[in-house]
């Protein structure tokens, strides 16, 4: 019989050693401890879309974020809704808020792009998913997406932890426009799409979704899916609770309650990867300029 004891130690034993690289990870590149095991690269990739007001400012219409191309161009991606008119178009006045590396943010706009020689937006038909090319300041504070980090929804699996990025009801500072992080949980993955146990809001749309290992354990383990985030979609909105409020003496519905849910809908990767590998879009790259200022 095995001693008790023994076998209490070597669990003990085993233990320290698969979390050690758990706690080493815990410390920074520089030795500055940390509080997160979130990537914070992922949040300079997110990009505040904006409409031009006339008077020199610009207020927030929704969010987007940056891909890298297979020949190192950049794409700005984001829900096709939110960049539409009301008439199936494109949005006059958009402009795209970019941090500088000094703090400041600076916009973007479309018709900057269009003088470049940039082109303009490409709206996936069907799917709510859009993407253009756009440039920026050498001075500029980015990064941007590899294709390498797209999970196809083959992939993805109900109960994945997860992370939304963005900018709810228009929270951004125009002084560094980082976007707004919100945990949550893939809550179904089927051929319909994704549908997201996360609480998102207008100005979300159009934002990057992102697989979020739970607990990163350095070397323990090899696996990309175990240690890396990875993009996993768009957030397209969220899923409205409907409550009418009837009338007693007419029996009439007289008002409409909607709420959050919390759930969200999620436009997989794989959507936007046959966007921006589409013929339209390729076409587009190989007569483009240099995209930096």
């Known amino acids: 019989m095995k001693n008790p004891t023994v076998c209490l130690l070597a669990a003990v034993l085993a233990a320290v050693l698969f979390l050690a690289p758990c706690l080493a990870f815990a410390e920074g590149a520089d030795g500055e401890a940390r509080t997160s095991f979130f990537n914070q690269k992922w949040l300079s990739a997110v990009v505040s879309l904006e409409v031009q007001t006339g008077d020199g400012k610009a207020a927030p219409a929704g969010t987007g974020f940056l891909v890298l191309t297979e020949k190192k161009h950049v794409l700005l991606v984001t829900s096709g809704h939110v960049v539409q008119d009301g008439k199936g178009g494109v949005r006059k006045g958009l402009a795209y808020r970019l941090n500088e590396t000094g703090g400041e943010s600076v916009l973007v706009t479309d ?39 797209f999970l196809l929804q083959k992939n993805v699996e109900a109960g994945a932890s997860m992370v939304v990025l963005g900018f709810p009801l228009g929270l951004r500072s125009t002084e560094n426009a980082l976007p707004i992080a919100r945990k ?9 799409g994704i549908i997201g146990d996360v609480f998102v809001f207008p100005g979300n749309s159009g934002g990057p979704a992102l697989y979020v290992p739970a607990l990163k354990v350095g070397e323990a383990l090899k696996s990309p899916l175990v240690n890396e985030e ?64």
């Open 111 to 149: 018709r900057s792009l269009e003088e470049k020689k940039l082109g303009g937006w490409f709206l996936a038909k069907d799917k709510d998913v859009a993407c253009r090319y756009i440039g920026w300041r050498k001075t500029s504070s980015i990064a941007a997406i590899p294709l390498s980090a």
């Open 184 to 192: 949550g949980m893939v809550a179904r993955s089927d051929p319909g």
């Open 230 to 293: 990875r993009f996993i979609g768009v957030v397209r909105g969220f899923i409205p609770y409907v409550e009418p409020a009837v009338g007693a003496q007419t029996g009439r519905t007289r008002v409409i309650f909607e709420e959050n849910t919390g759930l969200a809908r999620i436009i997989p990767a794989d959507t936007v990867h046959a966007l921006v590998t589409s013929r339209q879009v390729l076409q587009m790259e190989e007569m483009l300029p240099d995209l930096e200022d």
